[in-house]
């Protein structure tokens, strides 16, 4: 059969994996398939149990629409997950092939949900607010309850008294809650809330007994340390909350690190904020310490270590493929297995747990590992991608390094379509300081000695990094004609910390990056036109789009995605707040912000411009592409210049809302580039 090129009506068959959880003792693995649902134009999510040992796999379902976070039991036999089926996220648990029934009917939606050692409790998150009883908590909210809350939102007034009022994720002003930490009995359903107060209790991980529980909280910091929290081991039966960690930051934002205990239950091992003086985001380190109060947090990372952190940035356009953990402890205690990106790869890595510092890179190659299950029989489950394939899920032999595919994801992607391979490239920079990875992907079914136009698109950020993963909308932007340029300049991660570096990403540095890497892409490969090039991006890579429509005259069109276009509306209205600290006065603060602000250099904009927003953007607000469009049109009026709004969504617009809004969003980009280019 010949093979077509790549359209972006493929959105609507692909299906990712996602949320690997083995258990050796039953030879079963279970997993979730997301993907588009035509139906209701949005996304589905489906949790799979497949027997290893005879090939079976089958849903399990309680009739939601989406369904997720799937664990098995120790022995197997049981399996809870998250479904909507009744309005909110609740955990039901299926007995072998029986149908599942519903353990907690919680008032709010359940998240993070964990089995006890011996399958007697189940520890769970929810968000609800601080004064709210126990016994009003483990209500449902009826349909008339929860139309009328909404109606009551509606008209009531906004009270703001501190920064942090607004969320992305909410696509709107945060309610008054925080995440708290809940215990529910397997047989009798009844639920204990173990967390107090009015901040947030996250990543819970089981003692190996079953008597105590990790969790990281905030709840002994002060609001302003908005990233900082520590470690508190809970009794389960008494509730009484120790503090363990002091002196790091535990890893939960903007990549989250689980905790673990050793098997012996004498020590925890987990990830921290390695602070960065430079103003760089924090690196993330390995650490352990005794699980007693006042011990010392022992760091298990030494400084010469060939990976950037114990966790990584990846950025794809295809992230519906989410799992737990990037950390495991092996089966004795004596290794930390855990995810990390390096030069474009992720890959599988141990940390030795005591003794003398080690870190050993297991796995190599053009590829990327997004998840990992328990270790279990000296097996781990893993999801694994690279340029062609989305993640499959494979099971990683600890003792001898081999790998099995277990479960596998479009097929079809293969026979049917004329998927290209990026073609790598390396450049050393201008100021002789690094170098730049990076990637050309070429135009589908190009003829020798013709000329293509080419798209430099340039991720966000910017601390994540372009890696061996496939982006779905390259291929499509590869499908109708047009080569793809990407790479990670100044600003990203997995290549040591002096280039991931964020004042090189704004102040010039990682624009002539990008600018040296087009040139050198141009010359190398013959089958670029250098006279149509295009650039775009969102979010850090809308506001390089931006910056560099108005300060280069390389490109011939460009799309702004999502973008920053005036540092003040970041300062005082996104969900990030800003601070004017360190300035002599106000006025030199908004004079600063102003100076590099894109919106201020819109007059030097003479290129086909198209902006692309979410209206319920809350990270970059909408107001960025109001005031990008008028100054554009306003000081070019017969310059080519759209604006498509696209109705609710947030900063991730490509994950949420509409298939059809997200598919609009790249036809826009597509038929742009192929009008002006």
């Known amino acids: 059969m010949k093979k077509r090129k790549a359209v972006l009506e493929d959105y609507y068959r692909l299906r990712y994996l996602g949320q690997p959880d083995y258990c050796a003792a039953a030879q079963r693995l279970a997993y979730t398939v997301a993907g588009a649902d035509r139906e209701t134009d949005g996304y589905s999510s489906e949790v799979w149990v497949k027997d290893l040992g005879t090939g079976e796999s089958r849903r399990v379902t309680a009739g939601g629409g989406y369904e997720s976070s799937p664990r098995l039991s120790a022995d197997g036999r049981r399996l809870l997950f998250l479904s909507d089926v009744g309005g909110t996220a609740q955990i039901y648990v299926a007995e072998d092939k029986k149908e599942p029934r519903p353990l907690t009917h919680m008032r709010y939606d359940v998240h993070g949900p964990v089995w006890s050692p011996d399958g007697g ?13 126990e016994e009003l908590l483990a209500v449902p909210q009826s349909e008339e309850e929860r139309a009328a809350e909404e109606a009551a939102r509606a008209v009531r007034p906004v009270v703001i008294t501190d920064y942090g009022f607004k969320a992305d994720e909410d696509a709107g002003f945060t309610e008054v809650r925080t995440t708290h930490l809940f215990v529910v009995e397997t047989v009798t359903g009844q639920v204990r809330k173990l967390s107090d107060g009015d901040r947030d209790h996250v990543m819970p991980a089981w003692s190996p007994d079953g008597t105590k529980l990790l969790v990281t909280s905030n709840r002994l910091r002060p609001r302003e340390e908005s990233i900082g929290m520590d470690l508190f081991l809970i009794d389960v039966r008494s509730g009484e909350i120790t503090q363990l960690s002091k002196e790091n930051w535990i890893a939960f934002y903007p990549a989250s690190f689980y905790p673990r205990f050793t098997p012996d239950r004498k020590s925890v091992v987990f990830g921290a904020l390695y602070p960065d003086l430079s103003g760089n985001m924090p690196l993330t380190r390995l650490y352990r310490m005794e699980a007693v109060p006042g011990a010392a947090e022992e760091g298990i990372w030494p400084e010469e270590a060939p990976c950037h952190e114990a966790t990584c940035f990846l950025y794809n356009g295809e992230t519906m493929a989410r799992g737990y953990e990037k950390g495991q402890v092996s089966e004795d205690g004596r290794y930390l297995y855990f995810i990390s990106g390096w030069q474009g790869e992720v890959n599988l890595y141990r940390a030795a747990v005591t003794g003398e510092r080690e870190i050993v890179q297991l796995t190599r190659g053009g590829h990327y590992y997004s998840s990992m299950g328990e270790v279990q029989g000296g097996k781990m489950a893993l999801l694994k991608g690279d340029f062609t394939h989305t993640a499959q899920i494979v099971l990683y032999d600890t003792k001898t390094g081999e790998e099995t595919v277990a479960v596998e994801s479009n097929e079809w992607l293969s026979r049917e379509v004329e998927l290209e391979e990026p073609l790598e490239m390396w450049i050393d920079t201008l100021d002789g300081e690094s170098r730049v990875q990076g990637w050309v992907l070429p135009p589908m079914g190009r003829e020798p000695g013709r000329k293509y136009p080419a798209v430099l698109y340039i991720h966000g950020g910017p601390m994540p990094f372009y890696g061996y993963a496939m982006t779905y909308e390259h291929e499509a932007l590869a499908g109708a004609g047009m080569a793809v340029i990407f790479c990670n300049p100044r600003g990203s991660s997995g290549y040591g910390p002096a280039h991931e570096s964020n ?3 704004t102040d010039g540095t990682a624009m002539y990056d990008l600018l040296q890497f087009v040139r050198e892409a141009c010359r190398r490969f013959d089958f670029i036109d250098p006279a149509r090039l295009g650039v775009t991006g969102g979010s850090y890579g809308g506001y390089m789009t931006n910056w560099i429509a108005s300060h280069s ?12 276009a005036n540092e003040l509306i970041e300062y005082a209205s996104a969900d990030m707040a800003g601070s004017s600290a360190g300035f002599a006065d106000f006025q030199d603060f908004m004079m600063h912000e102003i100076e590099r602000s894109p919106v201020a250099y819109a007059d030097r904009i003479d290129i086909p411009f198209l902006i692309l927003h979410a209206l319920g953007d809350m990270r970059c607000p ?8 008028t100054a554009v049109k306003d000081t070019h009026p017969d310059l080519p210049v759209r604006m498509v709004l696209f109705p609710g969504g947030n900063h991730e617009m490509n994950n949420h809302g509409r298939m059809s809004h997200r598919i609009r969003h790249y036809r826009e980009t597509i038929d742009w580039f192929v009008k002006y280019l």
């Open 121 to 133: 409790r189940i520890a769970f998150l929810c968000d609800c607010e601080p004064e709210l009883s």
């Open 503 to 505: 004042k090189a990403a």
């Open 553 to 564: 005259k390389v490109f011939k069109a460009a799309v702004t995605q999502r973008s920053v």
């Open 622 to 629: 909408v107001e960025h592409a109001h005031q990008l469009f």
